[in-house]
Each structure stands twice: as structure tokens, then as C-alpha cells.
């Protein structure tokens, strides 16, 4: 089945520092990945809609500037946590859709769980 | 607007006992329903899912049925296991747009 790599899985950084998660479709193309914010007590949030080749669209409230997302290829999207402060600390996880199968699902990654000191 | 409304958890049950998480849902659309489960510390994944009215997705002993007159999708298990404690996401789409979940419910199984 479709599987999408998220890396790191865990990241501890100091504030101030910036931090790059990958998210890679394995064996499927995808056009469209989605960035996911996890708060505590379980609700996600959409953070981003990361196009192959465009400027990612983000969600109302979300800094563009602090949350940077490229997505260079049809396989793989990054999110940088720029200047990254304690309470950017999350559970940050990505998804995507498979380009071949239109409608179906999104296919998530195991997340990232970063933690600023 | 889309919006999901799950049950409040967390939901805590016996190994063995009958499951029901109750799911409704108000869309612009047609939307698609979908259930993602999440483990302790992974990503989300795909239980079951059902694109139409009175559709039955079923997965893993798991079920749940897209009620378009009560707009619910209500997720059910006879029998549950040790093994199935873990967030539980409803979630619907329409069309290409990305999904609009619920806040998931929390369920703990005890041996």
C-alpha cells in the first residue's frame, strides 16, 4: 500500500534554532501534501496545503514565514520550523494524496514530535 | 462551512465489550466519511471509509455506516481487544479538499 515517510520522528532543538521535517510520498506520486499541527488533548489542525511546484497555502492564523514549506518534487515536501520557540513544541504530521487515485484517502506519515528548549 | 462532531473520550471498556463511538458531520457537498485510527506516538491511519449514502465501510471487525438522513457515521465493534486502544479520528472530505476532522475520542481497552 501507499506509504509516506516522515523524518525525523523525534526532534529536540534550543530556541532560536531552526528545524526541517521531511515528508516523502514512497511509492506514489503526490501533487498535494498537508501539513497537520497536533495539539495536546488529540485535535489536529491543517497548518498548510503544500502544491508540487507552487507556493503552499496556508491556513488562516498560520505564519507563512515561520512555518516555511517547499515542496520541490512530486515526492517529497519540507516544513521548517524557523526560529523555532518553546511553545512551536507539537506533534507535526504530514499527509498526501495519491496523484493516481484522485478522491481516495490521504496516506499519513508517523509524524514528527518536536520539543524546543 | 465542513464540520465533524465526535464523542468526547476517553471511551473506557472491558476486553470483549461492544464499542460504539458516535460521529456526525454537517458539509457543503457530498462529502466522503472516513475513520483514521492513531496509535501511541504514530501518525494516522486509515480504519475505513464509505464515499456514499447508506455505504458500510468495515475494516479490522470495525464498521460504520453512512447515514445521510442523520448525517452520522457512527464507528461499532462487537468485540473489542487490548490492541484497539488508540485515538479514533472521523474525518469527511468533499471532493479534493483535504479532510475536516473530528477531535477524536480517546478509547482504552482493559484486559
Known amino acids: 500500500g501507499a506509504v509516506v515517510s516522515q523524518h525525523p520522528s523525534w526532534v529536540i532543538c534550543k530556541s532560536g534554532t531552526s528545524v526541517k521535517i521531511e515528508c516523502r510520498s514512497l511509492?506514489?506520486?503526490?501533487?498535494?501534501m498537508f501539513w497537520y499541527r497536533q495539539f495536546p488533548k488529540q485535535s489536529l489542525m491543517l497548518m498548510a496545503t503544500?502544491?508540487?511546484?507552487?507556493?503552499?497555502?496556508?491556513e488562516q492564523g498560520v505564519e507563512k514565514d515561520k512555518f516555511l514549506i517547499n515542496h520541490a518534487s512530486l515526492t517529497l515536501s519540507t516544513l521548517t520550523v524557523t526560529s523555532a520557540h518553546p511553545e512551536d513544541s507539537s506533534f507535526y504530521i504530514c499527509?498526501?494524496?495519491?496523484?493516481?487515485?484522485?478522491?481516495?484517502?490521504?496516506?499519513f506519515g508517523n509524524g514528527t514530535r518536536l520539543t524546543v528548549t | 462551512g465542513n464540520s465533524v462532531t465526535q464523542m468526547e473520550g476517553p471511551v473506557t471498556l472491558s476486553e470483549e465489550a461492544f464499542l460504539t463511538i458516535n460521529c456526525t458531520y454537517t458539509?457543503?457537498?457530498?462529502?466522503?466519511l472516513f475513520w483514521y485510527v492513531q496509535y501511541p506516538g504514530e501518525g494516522l491511519q486509515l480504519l475505513l471509509k464509505?464515499?456514499?449514502?447508506?455505504d458500510k465501510g468495515s475494516n479490522k471487525g470495525f464498521e460504520a455506516t453512512y447515514r445521510k438522513e442523520t448525517t452520522s457515521f457512527h464507528l461499532e465493534k462487537g468485540s473489542v481487544q487490548v490492541s484497539d486502544s488508540a485515538v479514533y479520528f472521523c474525518?469527511?472530505?468533499?471532493?479534493?479538499?483535504?479532510?475536516?476532522f473530528g477531535k477524536g475520542t480517546m478509547l482504552l481497552v482493559s484486559p
Open positions: 499527509s498526501a494524496r495519491d496523484r493516481a487515485r484522485g478522491v481516495d484517502p490521504l496516506h
Open positions: 511509492d506514489f506520486q503526490a501533487t498535494t
Open positions: 503544500s502544491n508540487e511546484g507552487s507556493k503552499a497555502t496556508y
Open positions: 458539509a457543503t457537498g457530498y462529502p466522503s
Open positions: 464509505a464515499t456514499k449514502a447508506d
Open positions: 474525518a469527511l472530505s468533499v471532493g479534493y479538499s483535504t479532510l475536516t
